[in-house]
């Protein structure tokens, strides 16, 4: 049951994909409109596998790299959905529903498989950590993307071509509304996974620092997006500058994730 419900979730996820990608080729925010309720309804499904798959392994939906991806792909969709209720910005699913349906895809590969769960992480702060931290990393993902659309969509007026392309896309004022709050969020839900993990290294190792490559990484990560929320929040930072910011510090996640996984030794082998 669990594998079919993710097979239907990872199919809307790819038809929400088809059909964002048609709204901007045949220029119809109808087709947009369509589509986000296609990628509301993988939501759905996605969120009860999850909730299933919890009740089955009796572990959080975070026990390993996989199952992170599912959680972090679940957690974009389901917070770009809820952004729809305060601005119009359905064209911006044509990079949210394509970043979800491939991360889908990445978590498919040990679908319905038994989970090899660390013992480290059977405890309650270990979820909480984990969770937190990767919704916060969900959050600035959608913050890239909405920098992403943003400067599309400034380059486009920049160069006058608003009657053709531009006329559909989100307005700069909702993209940079979506790209402030989901920094300021993460950044929130970042602080607070971080500080469950403290909690949980003093309870499993007797410190709350290690000098572990993927704690230093992270550490760094969060001084980074402290830096863009003091320039948003007392500079008063906002457009394309916040935008290019928050595209530059996402990729700094990036490339921190993939040097670190690849080639330093880590005890978060679970990430």
């Known amino acids: 049951m669990n594998t079919f419900l993710f097979g239907i979730a990872l199919f809307f996820y790819f038809m929400s994909t088809v059909g964002h990608i048609a709204s901007l080729v045949i220029r119809r925010v ?13 939501f759905c499904a996605h969120s009860i ?18 199952e992170s991806l599912s ?13 729809q209720t305060m601005t119009k910005t359905r064209v911006l699913g044509v990079f949210v529903s394509p970043l979800a349906f491939i991360m889908a895809v990445g978590a498919s590969v ?44 400034d380059s486009l007026i920049r160069k006058k071509r608003v009657y053709s392309f531009s006329r559909i896309l989100p307005s700069l004022r909702d993209l940079d509304r979506i ?27 007797g410190s709350q620092w290690h000098w572990d490559p993927k704690l230093i990484s992270t550490v760094f990560v969060w001084i980074v997006y402290a830096l863009l929320v003091h320039q948003r929040i007392a500079i ?5 500058k916040a935008a290019v910011l928050s595209i530059a510090a996402f990729i700094i996640i ?9 080639f330093c030794v880590t005890v978060h082998t679970f990430m």
Do not use: C
């Not at 008063?236 to 394309?240: L, M, T, V």
């Open 49 to 66: 596998y999850i909730v299933l798959r919890w009740a089955e392994t009796g572990y959080g939906p975070v026990a390993n790299t996989y």
């Open 71 to 83: 959680f972090v792909a679940w957690s974009i969709a389901g917070t770009y959905l809820v952004f």
């Open 236 to 240: 008063g930072w906002k457009g394309r």
């Open 179 to 205: 790209n402030n709050i989901s920094i300021l969020w993460g950044f929130f839900l970042l602080t607070f996974g971080i500080i469950a993990g403290s909690v949980w290294a003093r309870t499993v190792w």
């Open 30 to 42: 109808t087709m947009a409109k369509i589509s986000m309720w296609i990628l509301f309804s993988a």
């Open 110 to 153: 040990t679908l319905g498989g038994d989970i090899a769960m660390p013992e480290v992480l059977k405890g309650s702060w270990a979820l909480i950590h984990v969770m937190l931290s990767l919704m916060g990393e969900a959050l600035f993902a959608l913050a890239f993307l909405a920098g992403l659309m943003y400067l599309l969509q």
């Open 254 to 262: 990036l490339v921190t994730f993939i040097g670190v996984n690849t």
